[in-house]
């Protein structure tokens, strides 16, 4: 039982990553202790990340935990060292079913540190040790625990295989090239290794870029999307306080004429009631008057008949003159029509400005990628009519069809010297500037160069510069009957694909788009291009040789 006891604390103040005894133990923040060394360098790869895990239980932490000596741990290391014993391995250390176990173990076998390509065995770090000390086996290659050294024997001849045929694309023994891999091109694995390790640095570093371009998208997006709702905030709170204002003044002409109409009917009202006034006096003077005469003519003395009929019979004239009969009851109903007037013109002021609006709204600019047509009738939706520049044109070409058609020629041409004409290249350029999404069909023959390129490619001077394909202002897929390649910045690529008389070109200027089809029954990419352009870009033909030709297709 003692001696159970010793095993367990040896097994306590074992270090997972070592497997040895502690040294300058710590115990980091989740109760785990290891030597203060391992665990710094098992950090140490973790600083990139800055996300800082414990080997055995995969706890997380940020920051980086300061590391203290455990002391009490320090005490049991030293009194175990004083024992001079060493510690056993403990439970995690022997190899499990999806382990590589040790060769040389025998009973229960630990994991292994080390495969040896050349022995062909596994060895845990006891039996690994004279891989280290002995000279004839410190040469060997030793890589990480592996269950799939039998696949470095040839099955063919037993041996192992340190050589790599590149004719097969295979690893062989140094017998294969005397037997059925005769004649082929080999080198050793090692020199094939090299070799594609620098493939697969160029291939990370091409993958690293595209993260890097990747990440700036992602900010560009993420830049866009806050200008987006900043942008659209700030439309709607503009627009609330000018609908506002718009309503305001409607109240405001509301009052107004509510106010006018109001003056302006107690101004008549008071009027007419003055007038009623005038009138009801002027009816009680004439019953008075009527009642003076009636009482006049019931008189018997005609004397006095005669003598107060004069001043009695005399009437005062009326103090205004009325015709109410001949006067339509019209009062305010003009207004009501004028209001009407303002209100049917502002409603077909307001029909046809929200149409304006309303595209302005959904026709906003924003950066995000529209998807590429699959068929044709998606891609004809982006057809461009595009004519050829005379002014462009080499003086070896033959423009025809009216300047759709381009036919390389054995004389030169009657051309007037123009500066933006090719002279040294058999090429020209489209008269139309292409942006945004732009789509056209050529129709070509012999061996010809379909391109696009910025205004500013040169005309003149060293072949690079001017030859479409061969700087980094033109873009060009060079067509014959047998292959297609493209071309740019003086790098070509192969490109497979059905053989078609018919390209279709597509442009996503803003997206950086640029596709080549195979035109036939269906349709068919050659080569998509994904980059930036900074400028228009000009479609152009550079048909190589005499009467090739390259046309631009009418839309059909």
């Not at 004439?286 to 005469?293: F, G, I, V, Y």
Request: proline share 4%.
């Amino acid at each position: 039982m003692a001696q159970k006891g010793v095993q367990l604390d040896r097994e306590t103040i074992s270090c997972s990553i070592c497997l040895d005894i502690l040294k300058d133990p710590v115990t980091i923040p989740c109760g785990h202790s290891y030597c203060m060394n391992c665990i710094n360098t098992h950090w140490d790869k973790e600083d990139e990340k800055k996300i800082y895990s414990c080997p055995q239980c995969r706890q997380t932490y940020m920051p980086r935990p300061i590391l203290m000596k455990n002391t009490m741990l320090a005490v049991l290391v030293e009194e175990l060292k004083k024992t001079g014993l060493q510690a056993a391995p403990a439970d995690h250390c022997y190899a499990g079913p999806e382990d590589v176990a040790c060769d040389f173990c025998t009973g229960r076998k630990l994991k292994a540190l080390k495969s040896c390509v050349q022995c062909l065995v596994s060895y845990c770090e006891k039996h690994l040790q004279p891989h280290y000390d002995a000279a004839s086996l410190s040469k060997h290659k030793l890589v990480e625990p592996s269950q799939h050294l039998q696949e470095n024997i040839c099955p063919h001849h037993e041996e192992v295989m340190k050589m790599f045929c590149r004719t097969d694309q295979q690893c062989i023994c140094y017998i294969c090239p005397l037997d059925e891999h005769e004649g082929h091109d080999t080198v050793s694995a090692a020199a094939e290794r090299t070799e594609r390790q620098r493939e697969l640095e160029g291939s990370r570093r091409d993958i690293q870029q595209r993260i890097q371009d990747r990440e700036e998208d992602v900010k560009v997006l993420q830049q866009e999307l806050e200008a987006i709702n900043r942008s659209a905030d700030k439309t709607v709170e503009d627009s609330e306080k000018i609908f506002t204002e718009l309503i305001r003044l409607m109240e405001k002409r509301r009052s107004d004429v509510k106010q006018q109409v109001r003056s302006q009917q107690k101004t008549e009202v008071s009027r007419v009631k003055e007038l009623q006034e005038k009138l009801k006096q002027e009816m009680a003077e004439l019953k008075s008057k009527d009642a003076e005469l009636e009482q006049l003519s019931h008189t018997e003395d005609h004397n006095q008949f005669l003598h107060n009929y004069p001043s009695l019979s005399a009437l005062s004239e009326s103090a205004d003159s009325f015709s109410f009969n001949d006067r339509p009851l019209r009062y305010f109903e003009d207004v009501t029509a004028a209001v009407t007037e303002v209100r049917d013109k502002l409603q077909d002021v307001l029909r046809e400005t929200w149409t304006n609006i309303s595209l302005a709204v959904t026709e906003v600019d924003v950066l995000l990628p529209q998807p590429e047509p699959e068929t044709r009738a998606e891609f004809l939706k982006y057809w461009r009519e595009l004519t050829l520049d005379p002014n462009t044109a080499s003086t070896y070409l033959l423009l025809s069809e009216e300047n759709r058609k381009a036919t390389t020629m054995e004389e030169e041409q009657s051309y007037s010297s123009h500066p933006d004409r090719f002279t040294l290249q058999c090429q020209v350029l489209s008269r139309e500037s292409l942006t945004g999404r732009c789509y056209w069909e050529v129709k070509w023959r012999g061996k010809v160069d379909i391109a696009v390129a910025y205004k500013n490619i040169s005309r003149a001077g060293r072949r690079f510069q001017c030859k479409f394909g061969h700087n980094d202002k033109s873009w060009a897929l060079r067509c014959s009957n047998t292959w297609y390649v493209f071309w740019h910045d003086y790098v070509n690529t192969s490109v497979s694909g059905l053989w078609s008389s018919t390209v279709g070109v597509y442009l996503d200027h803003r997206a950086g788009i640029l596709s080549f089809y195979s035109v036939r029954e269906t349709m068919t990419l050659l080569h998509r291009v994904q980059t930036t352009f900074t400028q228009p870009l000009y479609a152009g033909f550079y048909p190589l040789n005499t009467d090739d030709t390259a046309e631009f297709c009418k839309r059909e």
